[in-house]
């Protein structure tokens, strides 16, 4: 069975950085596949932030974001990263990784999902 993990969380102050990584704990290749970050603040709805489809590096960015974050992937290395510049408290929650069949950025589509990793952004 295909586990994927984050890395790259933690405590920061407003105005700081953050690299998140996901990668695969297994022999699972993220080639054929579209990945995807999303978020979840207590009591808030999950919220979509990038998603980037491997096979050609075509990426998307929730608008909000898109002067503050950005998705990446390195193939020969399988993991995919969330760049995050800039961080303010409302940046503060879960973020999971997640594999998709196909280049959607919807967490509907999105059939493996990672335990998540805490981003606290905190003066």
């Known amino acids: 069975e295909v586990q994927l993990v984050e890395s790259g969380g933690g405590l920061v102050q407003p105005g700081g950085s953050l690299r998140l990584s996901c990668a695969a704990a297994s022999g699972f290749t993220f080639a054929p596949y579209a990945i995807g970050w999303f978020r979840q603040a207590p009591g808030q709805e999950q919220e979509k932030v990038a998603c980037i489809n491997i096979s050609d590096g075509d990426a998307y960015t929730e608008p909000p974001l898109r002067d503050r974050f950005t998705i990446s992937a390195d193939r020969r290395k399988n993991t995919v990263y969330l760049q995050m510049n800039q961080l303010k408290p409302e940046d503060t929650g879960t973020y999971h990784c997640?594999?998709?069949?196909?280049?959607?950025?919807?967490?509907?589509?999105?059939?493996?999902w990672g335990p998540g990793v805490q981003v606290t952004v905190s003066s």
């Open positions: 997640a594999v998709s069949d196909d280049y959607v950025c919807a967490p509907r589509y999105y059939k493996i």
